[in-house]
């Protein structure tokens, strides 16, 4: 749990940091998009990115759209097969997601008192884990979620 947390508060902070900043606010989907066109190999297709991401053609469009309109991709339609349409980077786009990603590793800059609570939190429930499994028996074993 104590790790759930952790995670989400990463999360939380850099999304925080990234609101502040006033910068172009992309939606879970958009931003979704975006990673699947900058952290995987193109080329990257409208159905390619529909299928990655088990959404609709229509709703790959949609978000290209507002993404487009920002600069963070182009659209060109595809030489060898002109029903298709390639999704490619830009060097605006590339800014953007360079910047978030610094934002994410600030976030996981984890002050040495923060730390101390974190593991404080482990062992106390690692502690009552034990406990919990004492009572119940050693032929019961306790399933903590991480």
């Given at each position: 749990m104590a790790r759930n947390l952790k995670a989400l508060?990463?999360?939380r902070t850099?999304?925080?940091a990234s609101v502040r900043?006033?910068?172009p606010d992309l939606s879970a989907r958009q931003m979704a998009i975006m990673l699947q066109v900058y952290l995987t190999d193109p080329p990257h297709t409208v159905?390619?990115?529909a299928a990655a991401l088990n959404i609709s053609k229509p709703a790959v469009t949609r978000a290209l759209d507002r993404l487009s309109?920002?600069?963070f991709i182009k659209r060109k339609r595809d030489v060898e097969d002109k029903r298709s349409v390639l999704v490619q980077r830009t060097v605006?786009?590339?800014v953007f997601l360079s910047d978030f990603a610094e934002l994410v590793v600030a976030a996981g800059a984890v002050a040495p008192e923060d730390m101390a609570v974190i593991r404080a939190e482990e062992e106390v429930a690692a502690s009552a884990k034990a406990r919990l499994e004492a009572q119940l028996g050693a032929s019961t074993p306790v399933a903590v979620p991480a």
């Open positions: 508060g990463l999360w850099a999304l925080i900043q006033d910068g159905r390619g990115l309109l920002l600069g605006k786009g590339s």
